[in-house]
């Protein structure tokens, strides 16, 4: 005969028969890009300019592409966004965009699917690959987004450039010398090009 107490009992009846407790986590969202190390010659470097750092919930305020074919710069996109949000005064001292600067801007829907047409199935260069692909795919309600072959500079220069303390574009364009107007969409851009050429080079 069980002399323990009643409560003892029954507690543990409860663990034998309760579901082990699992902290809920949001599921993992697949990646719907194709990360790559491989040279390419013709590619879209790409630099978007945000709100905040969540994409879905935040907000593109700043659009920069720019293609280049055999390494060349053929055509660039380069336009402020409207959010229909307010931008914070955080992100104004970040990147220099104020509300009043994107109050006239195209909205996001006006846009996205040009830029789908003006990166037209290359692969894209970014660095910090992650961060602005995340915005792009986060579109995919307004207009279809491919599979890109992506090419994350940040990578690159990880496996190439061991002489900085870290690959921050701000600390690789210093060490390349590069002029550099940084946290502007087209500025960064142009220095995401330099850093990949300087890598496809070493490599």
Same mark, same amino acid.
């Given at each position: ?32 890009? @194709?990360?790559?190390?491989? %040279? &390419? *010659?013709?590619?879209?470097? =790409?630099?978007?300019?945000?709100? $905040? #750092? ?48 994107? @109050?006239?801007?195209?909205? %996001? &829907? *006006?846009?996205?699917?040009? =830029?789908?047409?003006?990166?037209? $199935? #290359? ?55 590069? *002029? ?24």
């Amino acid at each position: 005969m069980d002399k323990r107490d009643p409560n003892q009992i029954i507690d543990q009846k409860l663990r034998e028969t309760r579901p082990p407790w699992r902290r809920r986590q949001a599921p993992a969202q697949p990646k719907k890009y @194709k990360s790559s190390m491989k %040279i &390419e *010659e013709n590619y879209v470097v =790409l630099d978007f300019e945000t709100t $905040g #750092l969540k994409a879905g919930s935040d907000k593109i305020i700043q659009i920069g592409a720019v293609k280049y074919i055999g390494h060349n710069r053929e055509d660039t996109m380069y336009l402020l966004i409207n959010p229909e949000c307010h931008i914070s005064n955080t992100i104004t001292r970040i990147t220099g965009i104020t509300n009043a600067d994107v @109050k006239d801007a195209p909205v %996001i &829907e *006006e846009i996205a699917h040009e =830029l789908i047409q003006f990166i037209e $199935g #290359l692969p894209i260069v970014a660095h910090n690959a992650p961060f602005d692909m995340g915005f792009l795919y986060a579109l995919e309600e307004i207009t279809p987004i491919p599979e890109y072959t992506v090419i994350d500079t940040v990578r690159l220069a990880r496996k190439v450039i061991t002489e900085t303390p870290n690959h921050k574009l701000g600390t690789l364009s210093q060490f390349l010398e590069l *002029e550099h107007n940084a946290h502007d969409a087209l500025g960064d851009c142009l220095v995401t090009a330099e850093i990949y050429q300087y890598c496809a080079a070493k490599m």
